[in-house]
T-cell receptor
Framework: TQLLEQSPQFLSIQEGENLTVYCNSSSVFSSLQWYRQEPGEGPVLLVTVVTGGEVKKLKRLTFQFGDARKDSSLHITAAQPGDTGLYLCAGMEAGSSNTGKLIFGQGTTLQVKP | DAGITQSPRHKVTETGTPVTLRCHQTENHRYMYWYRQDPGHGLRLIHYSYGVKDTDKGEVSDGYSVSRSKTEDFLLTLESATSSQTSVYFC????????????FGSGTRLTVV
């Protein structure tokens, strides 16, 4: 079973600061997704990256897939209190294209203080 | 947009009793998944379905069974609930392959006392 390690697990910052969350594995994933989850709700998809080296931007959020498709990062510029939540990375297992199974990292809890 | 709903949202049950959680979708998606979420473990796959009556086990399937008799419904049953099954359970659906992302339900918080 492939594993995804997220770091840091907890992050508390002031509004306006920048931050980066990392998602690493020793295995190759065919694609990787990032989700954001708020208390009492299910995760919501932010982005999917499928090509090694791919960079996607979503307003102040920048997502990157490693060249070898083993790692990914999420960078938030000028964080705002509304960015507070649990961020989860998830990768599709190699050979799971016919089942769509995802492996999830443990998550990064982000708190942005006003 | 309630394309996927879970019921109940909260449940407290006693050890040893059977429990069934329901996931209902209106999106006609082929793939459906049951995950549990626990602190420090993220989301772990319990069972999944790739079509009506087509199901398979995930990484933490012991003590759980599933059924999918219709495209829109995916049931998760705890045959005899244990305290270790206290968790938040999420159902997710996917249109084709996971590259397109999952849509999650709002979860069921289950407490086994």
């Amino acid at each position: 079973t492939q594993l995804l390690e997220q770091s840091p697990q907890f992050l508390s910052i002031q509004e306006g600061e920048n931050l980066t969350v990392y998602c690493n594995s020793s295995s190759v994933f065919s694609s990787l997704q990032w989700y954001r989850q708020e208390p009492g709700e299910g995760p919501v998809l932010l982005v999917t990256v499928v090509t090694g080296g791919e960079v996607k931007k979503l307003k102040r959020l920048t997502f990157q897939f490693g060249d070898a498709r083993k790692d990914s990062s999420l960078h938030i510029t000028a964080a705002q209190p509304g960015d507070t939540g649990l961020y989860l990375c998830a990768g599709m297992e190699a050979g799971s294209s016919n089942t769509g199974k995802l492996i999830f990292g443990q998550g990064t809890t982000l708190q942005v203080k006003p | 947009d309630a394309g996927i709903t879970q019921s109940p949202r909260h449940k407290v049950t006693e050890t040893g009793t059977p429990v069934t959680l329901r996931c209902h979708q209106t999106e006609n998606h082929r793939y459906m998944y049951w995950y549990r979420q626990d602190p420090g473990h993220g989301l772990r796959l319990i069972h999944y379905s790739y079509g009506v009556k087509d199901t398979d086990k995930g990484e933490v399937s012991d003590g759980y069974s599933v059924s999918r008799s219709k495209t829109e419904d995916f049931l998760l049953t705890l045959e005899s609930a244990t305290s270790s099954q206290t968790s938040v359970y999420f159902c997710a659906i996917s249109e084709t392959f996971a590259n397109y992302g999952y849509t999650f339900g709002s979860g069921t918080r289950l407490t086994v006392v």
